[in-house]
């Protein structure tokens, strides 16, 4: 998806599917992409300053943070570039020498940015395993003291 910006007149309006074929390759979080759709616009003025507005959305195939089941994170990413950020922070798409934009790239950047550090659909998923316990506010007792502490406590007694 290599946009010749040498043809672009003033203003080229964006609406295709993004596709993601299996042999590329993708984020290690990210499993797979599905019904991803980029609609917007690509400006160029009278100034040759370019102007990025897209809209992307889309279905990523992630794992669950906790039964590591693969499940579905819709998104909604708005880019909104111009130029001197493209120039900036975009080198690996826009080359300006070829005047060229590899919205591929772009996108594919916008991605990485947008899968979640953790995420679940079951907020009552198995906090139990075969050894280990989830520890939280609900199941911890306050008043009993570990009783390899039990002499310590013994010693903060008299400093009071």
Known sequence: MIIDLNELNYKKEININFEVFKDEALDKRIIDLKKCFVKGTITNDSNNDL??????????????????????YNFN???????????????????????????????????????????TLNNDANLKGNGWELIND????????????????DLLKGDD
């Open 51 to 72: 102007k990025v507005d897209l809209v992307f959305s889309g279905t990523m195939i992630i794992k669950d943070s906790y039964t590591l089941d693969d499940i579905p």
């Open 77 to 119: 990413i708005d880019i909104n570039e111009n130029t001197t950020s493209l120039e900036e922070n975009y080198l690996d798409c826009y080359e300006k020498m070829q005047n060229t934009l590899d919205l591929k790239q772009l996108l594919w950047q916008n991605i990485v940015l947008e899968v979640p550090i953790s995420y």
């Open 138 to 153: 609900k199941n911890i007792v306050k008043d009993e003291i570990d009783p390899r502490l039990k002499k310590l406590e």
